[in-house]
């Protein structure tokens, strides 16, 4: 027996916790808010492309917020299946029953459906969301013998980071042309001071101290390090020295420590953090 969900049931009950209720801080570099909101406007899907730790996620959960529908993230990585993404059917007491996956849950509401770090996912499953991102906006559900057609609010964003792209880690230029792109970076030195001493609630000195070793230690990428220390990374460094952790040694394990295995790397950003306090 398919008891599958109804999208009044799901618009009613099942999305309450993909609700974002207050306002996520975000700090606009640039044109991002307008953009998204002229693409959202448009049902256009979105791929934000930038660095990890450079504020992807939060531009997200706060557009989520802003225009008013709920966010059903999906964190992508390599063993995830298109049942995964679409669903399947289950036993339960009752018989046989078909369970939405994430996608096809926002397809059915009108969610925003985000999938985060998209590469990481096999390619023969992202294959699934093409159908809807042109005209037809349909999600076929072979398994279920039906073709959903989308709600007119569902909007589909995917992100992931350039700097790890390869030949087997990539996107398809098939998949690609499907999105308008959005760029991100790390901000310059003022706006990512306001936004550290805002995320870990430091005084302006010592988040400018933060930013200036996270620019020292962005200089080694292509030096040594894969990457450089994000965002977050030095909130995360606030956070412990507002919690009264000695800055040298919370800027050594939210920052030193966790970027790099290499002795001799460590030695460099632990004398740049030294050189910026």
């Not at 993909?18 to 570099?29: A, D, G, H, L």
């Not at 989308?150 to 992931?160: E, K, R, W």
């Not at 965002?231 to 919370?250: S, V």
């Amino acid at each position: 027996m398919d008891r599958g969900i109804g999208s009044a049931a799901v618009e009613g009950d099942a999305l309450g916790d993909f609700r974002i209720v207050s306002e996520p801080y975000f700090r606009p570099v640039g044109n991002e808010v307008a953009l998204f909101e002229a693409a959202f406007a448009s049902r256009m899907p979105v791929m934000l492309k930038g660095p990890t730790g450079c504020g992807k996620t939060r531009f997200v959960d706060h557009m989520a917020w802003r225009l008013g529908r709920p966010l059903i993230t999906v964190s992508c990585h390599e063993d995830m299946t298109a049942s995964d993404l679409v669903g399947r059917y289950m036993l339960d007491a009752d018989g046989t029953v078909w369970h939405d996956g994430p996608l096809t849950l926002a397809v059915r509401s009108g969610a925003i459906c985000y999938l985060d770090e998209i590469v990481e996912a096999r390619q023969d499953t992202t294959v699934v969301i093409h159908s809807l991102t042109d005209d037809r906006r349909i999600l076929p559900l072979e398994k279920k013998n039906e073709v959903l057609k989308a709600h007119p609010d569902f909007h589909l964003v995917i992100s992931y980071n350039p700097g790890y792209q390869s030949v087997l880690k990539d996107l398809k230029e098939s998949t690609k042309q499907r999105f308008v792109a959005i760029a991100f970076s790390y901000p310059e030195e003022a706006v990512e001071t306001e936004i550290v001493a805002n995320e870990a609630g430091v005084d302006r000195p010592l988040a400018q101290t933060l930013v200036r070793i996270g620019h020292r230690a962005r200089n080694l990428k292509g030096h040594g390090l894969e990457e450089g220390a994000s965002t977050r990374m030095l909130i995360n460094a606030g956070l412990l020295a507002r919690r009264g952790i000695p800055i040298d040694e919370a800027c050594e394990v939210a920052l030193v420590l966790p970027i790099t295995d290499d002795p001799d790397m460590r030695d460099a950003l632990k004398s740049a953090v030294a050189a910026c306090i």
